[in-house]
T-cell receptor, first 115, second 111 residues
């Protein structure tokens, strides 16, 4: 069964460093998402991406964040200069065409720890 | 804006006990409602869904009914198993918008 994959499973970085979180969505999906979950808190939407551009973003997704689909298979989230409060689990999700049901399929997540 | 409120966990039950996890929501329009489950070390998996009022979603013995009058979507299972131990998230979206999640409820089932 097709699935969303994410790498790495755990990333440790120093405050101020750049990190790139990688996702491989399901191959025929068209809509891509990043969510995050700070420990003990709810899962929060960051950004959605369609047709090679951002379609929606939350207040959390400030200038320190960017997303890219560099090669037609990967979907990346970059944090330019990490802060302690960026420590969280980051989930990637993808969804098929609007003609299908609006179910988002999630990856296993990347745990980001900023020291 | 949209919001989802779930009961606090952890919920601790013995095997074969009855499970209810409460979920209420506020939303504009007519949202679709979801329950996602996260097993230890894994991602979020869709457990069940309901797209309109009075719909009942069901899967793996779990059920939830979309109650518009009480803006609720409570998750139930008649007889839980140890393998049901996980974190359960209630969520909604309006149309094709992004998902709004609750905080999650941890379920611990002991033999």
């Amino acid at each position: 069964e097709p699935e969303v994959t994410q790498t790495p499973s755990h990333q440790v970085t120093q405050m101020g460093q750049e990190v790139i979180l990688r996702c491989v969505p399901i191959s025929n999906h068209l809509y891509f998402y990043w969510y995050r979950q700070i420990l003990g808190q709810k899962v929060e939407f960051l950004v959605s991406f369609y047709n090679n551009e951002i379609s929606e973003k939350s207040e959390i997704f400030d200038d320190q964040f960017s997303v890219e689909r560099p090669d037609g298979s990967n979907f990346t989230l970059k944090i330019r200069s990490t802060k302690l409060e960026d420590s969280a689990m980051y989930f990637c999700a993808s969804r098929g065409d609007r003609g299908t049901y609006n179910e988002q399929f999630f990856g296993p997540g990347t745990r980001l720890t900023v020291l | 804006g949209n919001s989802v409120t779930q009961m606090e966990g952890p919920v601790t039950l013995s095997e074969e006990a009855f499970l209810t996890i409460n979920c209420t929501y506020t939303a504009t329009g007519y949202p679709s409602l979801f329950w996602y489950v996260q097993y230890p070390g894994e991602g979020l998996q869709l457990l069940l869904k309901a797209t309109k009022a009075d719909d009942k979603g069901s899967n793996k013995g779990f059920e939830a009914t979309y109650r518009k009058e009480t803006t609720s979507f409570h998750l139930e299972k008649g007889s839980v198993q140890v393998s049901d131990s996980a974190v359960y998230f209630c969520a909604l979206n309006s149309g094709y918008s992004t998902l709004t999640f609750g905080k999650g409820t941890m379920l611990l089932v002991s033999p």
